[in-house]
């Protein structure tokens, strides 16, 4: 069977990862954090958890999913017959279906401030109006479940045309597009009168800031936006070819994860702060914030203002889809494998779980922080945490290093993989576990 299974080409893997990581996470959950948690000190801390900790457990499931050439459940089993880790697998593709449910929600917002910007724009006249849109929006019962099922609808379409038809050839129209856009949309951010308070609320480090909360939000942020413990990584990893180089696809993912949220926050804090609100947690402050932002450019220029809108609405919503379809296909890839389903039925499957889940969440705030808090602190964490010590301490060093190193053929690879090795043996399993206990005290 492992003969007939898609494979992704040499661009579309990386830009698929790239798509899995680049989402709604870089773009309104780290330019808070960092904020919240001290600027710049915060984003010295989470660039060192990502390469040292971050980059090593996403190597690991990279490299277990690509070795085994199976989704995650079988991947385990097929590496670890007869074994308790396959249940680990299953643990950490739950936790992606939970994060599939809610997160389409917050998608579905998306395309609902789209459609928005696209007919009637934002009223300018002060920044509770943009709010009290949302909070209209999110309350009323019909819109966002309907909103809801259309973002999940059509990621499942992109699910049920396949790997290479589907999720290789959308991330590649897509990445590229997300860049061009949200540069565009910073150098506009950055040209806002009073930006420059948002800058310094990004970028001047305050060590005080810097509290035993703050930093275990680092590490939890890093594997959220990298999208690791989910078996996503693993499982777009078994459709990679065995002559792609794991280690630079690695990186190239991270970079461009880091690129963006980066830039995100050069996007979001300053217009906040030039429109003289206060930065807030939560899915709600692009939503509350950014529309009222365009409406006052709308003002002087409506072309200009609406254009921005819909950039803005625009760049979330295909990051939020290419984030989306790498956890479906984690779910239906599993279904497929385990059950002996076809592809369309077990994206249907998924479609109508994750349908009912979600509109759970959105009808109940509670569940949806509920469902947020479990798939983030435990069901990622244990599935990182499983992942990682498995390839450190389960897997043999020479399999592991050969998978790393295309057996021998890469002399870089082959350079570095002591540290690699050292880093995902000593270190990236207990500081997992301290972020763990951290979260949930
Ligand atoms: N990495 C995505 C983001 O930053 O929005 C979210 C995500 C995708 C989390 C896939 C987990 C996952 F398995």
């Known amino acids: 069977m492992a003969a007939s299974r898609e494979k992704f080409g040499r661009m579309g893997v990386i830009l698929a990862l790239a ?3 680049i989402g709604l996470g870089n773009i309104w ?3 808070y954090m960092v904020g919240e948690y001290g600027g710049a000190a915060f984003i010295i801390v989470y660039l060192a958890f990502a390469f040292l900790i971050s980059l090593p457990a996403f190597l690991a499931e990279s490299l277990i999913g690509r070795k085994a050439g199976k989704s995650t459940y079988d991947a385990l089993e097929s590496l670890a017959p007869g074994t308790k880790w396959k249940w680990l697998g299953l643990l950490a593709v739950l936790g992606a279906f939970i994060i599939t449910s809610y997160y389409s929600v917050v998608g579905g917002w998306s395309l609902d401030f789209l459609a928005r910007s696209v007919v009637r724009g934002f009223d300018s006249a002060n920044p509770e109006s943009a709010a009290a849109v949302f909070d209209r929006m999110t309350a009323s019962t019909i819109e966002p479940l309907l909103a809801h099922a259309l973002f999940l609808g059509f990621s499942c379409m992109i699910i049920v045309l396949g790997v290479k038809k589907g999720i290789d050839r959308f991330s590649k129209v897509c990445i590229p597009l997300l860049f061009v856009l949200i540069v565009a949309m910073m150098l506009f951010s950055l040209s806002l009168p009073g930006s420059k308070d948002g800058l310094d609320y990004l970028l001047k480090p305050d060590f005080s800031k810097l509290t035993p909360r703050g930093i275990a939000c680092a590490l939890g942020q890093s594997f959220f936006s990298m999208s690791i413990g989910m078996g996503v990584v693993l499982t777009y990893s078994s459709y990679m070819k065995k002559q792609q ?11 461009f994860d880091i ?5 995100s926050g050069f996007v979001v804090m300053p217009a906040v702060f030039s429109a003289g609100l206060r930065p807030e947690a939560g899915p709600s402050l692009v939503f509350e914030s950014i529309p009222y932002i365009f409406a006052q450019m709308g003002a002087a220029s409506p072309l200009l203002g609406r254009v921005m809108a819909i950039g803005f609405f625009l760049t979330i919503l295909i990051a ?6 790498s956890m479906i296909e984690s779910c239906v890839s599993m279904l497929m494998e385990r059950l002996h389903w076809g592809r369309k039925k077990a994206t249907w499957v998924i479609f109508c779980a994750a349908l009912l889940l979600g509109c759970w969440c959105s009808l109940r705030s509670n569940v949806f922080s509920f469902c947020d808090f479990v798939s983030s602190n435990v069901f990622m964490m244990l599935g990182a945490l499983a992942f990682t010590v498995f390839a450190g301490w389960k897997m043999e060093r020479s399999a592991l290093k050969a998978e790393f190193t295309n057996n021998g053929r890469l002399k870089l690879s082959s350079a570095l993989f002591g540290g690699f090795y050292f880093l995902l043996k000593y270190l990236v399993p207990p500081a997992i576990l301290v972020i763990f206990f951290t979260n949930l005290l």
């Open 320 to 325: 939020a889809i290419t984030s989306e379809i």
């Open 245 to 255: 180089k794991i280690l630079s696809t690695s990186v190239l993912t991270l970079i």
């Open 29 to 31: 959950r780290f330019p």
């Open 19 to 21: 798509g899995s990581a």
């Open 259 to 263: 690129f963006f949220a980066v830039i």
